[in-house]
């Protein structure tokens, strides 16, 4: 059986990442701020509840004001490759998510708070290791004035700029950590030990999946980041192989599914690769 790659992430990390990183100039910042005006306008004409419900008009026109600036700052504080970090470093790595999120406050409501999170995990590593911390690229912005100068101010942490895809500090990591990323899932079949700040994780069935919580479990995180034999390693790939598995036998494959910027109804085929999954 073979273990999965992470090239389904990093097509996934550019589709995503590029049109976001235009974002750190100020003239796309005006133009952006036009389009979210004019969009709201439109919705609020044809009644959708778009301009009702989800973000208020001013939050977003304050976050796209903001972008800029954040995305220096970040450039400022962050790490630019995952080679500046010590090779001689074992690392547990934490992907930061959006908030508010129904992934976190809807799903892991006791352990909301990321950066306490991170405060916990710093305190508890041991002298040779250090926590690598990336932003999420839809929450640039939307962070209080001092929460990325907070992180860096822990001696034994390092931001990344959210420029860097998350499978290369997946690969670099001996422990991948996290409220309930997709970064988590995305480590645990792939064999890596994972941390989940979330007790109903479903992927919490392998067993190099581990549950915890800021005032639960972090005892075990020197022993979890000690790096596992080459036995231990083949049995997790193994596990997570078989995971994957079981979701492909299990679930709907919506890859063939171009869900994002389409302009045009769904095809025949692709109704049928729903409606084949369902039946």
Not at 16 to 43: D, E, G, T
Not at 168 to 195: C, F
């Amino acid at each position: 059986m073979q273990t999965c790659s992470l090239s389904h992430t990093l097509s996934g990390h550019d589709r995503f990442l590029k049109p976001k990183l235009r974002r750190r100039s100020y003239i796309f910042a005006i133009k952006m701020l036009l389009r979210v005006i004019i969009q709201h306008a439109y919705w609020q004409i044809r009644g959708y509840d778009k301009a009702v419900f989800g973000y208020l008009l001013g939050s977003k026109l304050a976050q796209t004001i903001a972008e800029p600036r954040k995305f220096r700052q970040l450039d400022s504080l962050s790490i630019k490759s995952i080679s500046e970090i010590p090779s001689s470093r074992r690392v547990l790595y934490f992907a930061l998510q959006t908030e508010p999120e129904s992934s976190t406050i809807g799903l892991a409501q006791n352990d909301t708070n990321q950066l306490a999170i991170i405060m916990e995990l710093s305190l508890q590593l041991p002298a040779d290791c250090v926590l690598v911390v990336k932003e999420h690229i839809w929450a640039i912005a939307a962070r209080p004035n001092d929460f990325y100068k907070k992180i860096v101010q822990l001696h034994n942490v390092l931001l990344v700029s959210p420029s860097v895809p998350g499978s290369e500090i997946i690969e670099r990591a001996d422990v991948v950590s996290t409220i309930s990323s997709s970064a988590g899932y995305e480590a645990a079949v792939l064999g890596k030990p994972t941390i989940f700040f979330w007790d109903k994780c479903p992927i919490a069935c392998l067993p190099h999946v581990h549950i915890m919580s800021r005032y639960n479990g972090l005892e075990k995180i020197k022993t979890i980041i000690k790096k596992p034999t080459a036995t231990e390693l083949a049995k997790n790939q193994t596990y997570g192989a078989l995971y994957i598995e079981f979701l492909k036998n299990n679930a709907m494959d919506t890859d063939p599914i171009n869900f994002y910027g389409r302009n045009r109804p769904f095809t025949l085929s692709e109704m049928q690769d729903f409606t084949q999954a369902l039946l």
